[in-house]
């Protein structure tokens, strides 16, 4: 009866060890879980991610892509990185992507998270074609727009000259001499980071964001009359009359009013 009872105890007493465990360990990973969270929208995914929300269901969390980068450029989330963890991701700041030709790793992953097929032109892989992110310019702390001669991110960008421009501007505050201000193109940056991490300021004046953070959206109900394909949207679409208290008078009529408005004054 002793034994009986002795025994019984040790599991009793196993199974509140265990229990406390368990909670422990799940109190750590949901914290772990909740503060990548609040940072998804900033972390910059390896080349050819999908969107992040259909790239951390996709993710099988390998690491392939991770040994596959020739630059340990790629990093895996590790508790206290305050991202999802076992993800993939990279800090320009430290290690841009460089853009290799035969994008390493893509190919290797296992699962879609990494679509080889969004990164394929002609047939063959292009890195070029990749998107990982938009730099974006912060023209108060870059000193190329105080005046000092500055082309850092211009010279480290792969894709000079089309990601990246110099655009010359007379400086009027001395009147001798011109601003080289850099200008990014979205229409062709990748967002590889070579910028940033060429930026010779303290903090990179020059930093790269995950496109959908870095860009706005105009709405689907603006149309570039430029660009056929996007014209083309109009073929369906129906006519909305909107009528005002201004829309009511005549061009000509609203134009007077104006005008008779300022000679009052």
């Known amino acids: 009866?002793?034994?009986?009872?002795?025994?019984?105890?040790?599991?009793?007493?196993?199974?509140?060890?265990?229990?406390?465990?368990?909670?422990?360990?799940?109190?750590?990973?949901?914290?772990?879980?909740?503060?990548?969270?609040?940072?998804?929208?900033?972390?910059?995914?390896?080349?050819?991610?999908?969107?992040?929300?259909?790239?951390?269901?996709?993710?099988?969390?390998?690491?392939?892509?991770?040994?596959?980068?020739?630059?340990?450029?790629?990093?895996?989330?590790?508790?206290?990185?305050?991202?999802?963890?076992?993800t993939p991701f990279f800090i320009p700041r430290e290690t841009p992507c460089y853009m290799c030709e035969d994008i390493p790793c893509v190919p290797v992953c296992p699962s879609g998270a990494l679509d080889e097929s969004s990164v394929i032109r002609n047939g063959e892989l292009d890195i070029n074609s990749a998107d990982m992110g938009l730099a974006v310019i912060d023209e108060h702390s870059c000193i190329a727009f105080w005046g000092i001669q500055c082309d850092a991110c211009y010279r480290a960008c792969p894709i000079m000259g089309q990601a990246i421009t110099v655009e010359y501007t007379k400086n009027e505050r001395t009147g001798k001499h011109a601003f080289l201000k850099p200008v990014v193109h979205a229409d062709a940056c990748t967002g590889c980071g070579m910028c940033e991490n060429a930026c010779v300021t303290e903090k990179p004046a020059i930093f790269i964001l995950p496109r959908e953070v870095a860009m706005g959206k105009a709405g689907n109900h603006y149309i570039k009359?430029?660009?056929?394909?996007?014209?083309?949207?109009?073929?369906?679409?129906?006519?909305?009359?909107?009528?005002?208290?201004?829309?009511?008078?005549?061009?000509?009529?609203?134009l007077n009013s104006g005008l008779e408005g300022l000679l009052d004054e």
Request: glycine share 8%; hydrophobic share 40%; with cysteine.
């Open 1 to 86: 009866m002793k034994k009986e009872a002795m025994s019984d105890r040790r599991k009793f007493i196993l199974n509140m060890a265990r229990g406390v465990g368990y909670a422990a360990i799940g109190g750590f990973l949901w914290s772990a879980y909740l503060d990548g969270a609040k940072a998804s929208p900033l972390i910059l995914r390896p080349p050819a991610a999908l969107p992040e929300e259909d790239f951390l269901k996709t993710c099988i969390k390998c690491g392939l892509c991770v040994e596959a980068c020739p630059y340990d450029t790629l990093m895996l989330a590790k508790p206290g990185d305050h991202k999802p963890i076992g």
């Open 225 to 254: 009359g430029w660009d056929k394909k996007d014209e083309a949207r109009l073929q369906d679409a129906q006519t909305i009359h909107t009528t005002t208290d201004v829309s009511r008078k005549k061009a000509v009529d609203r």
